[in-house]
């Protein structure tokens, strides 16, 4: 019985030790966002309120961090 808990801590060790390493995934640039745009000239709804419409059109967008957001979360 010992020889076979031996063995299965051993197999266990040698399987921690050799397993593939994950790859660090690369972080998303900012050209790698694909959002519809309008053309120049295409007419512009304004909308006040809230409002469901059957097109939409991205005019601007921002507020992309390139950095990390690193945080103190202590007492």
């Known amino acids: 019985m010992w020889t076979q808990v031996i063995m299965l801590v051993a197999s266990l060790v040698i399987s921690y030790l ?3 390493k994950p790859a660090v995934p690369k972080p998303a640039a900012l050209d ?7 053309d120049e ?3 512009q709804c304004v909308i006040f309120g809230d409002c469901w419409t ?3 059109q991205v005019l601007s967008y921002g ?3 390139t950095q ?7 007492k």
């Open 32 to 38: 790698e966002f694909e959002l519809p745009q309008p």
């Open 68 to 74: 990390s957001v690193r945080t103190k979360s202590g």
């Open 54 to 56: 059957s097109d939409w």
């Open 41 to 43: 000239g295409t007419p």
């Open 63 to 65: 507020n992309l961090r």
């Open 18 to 20: 050799t397993r593939p």
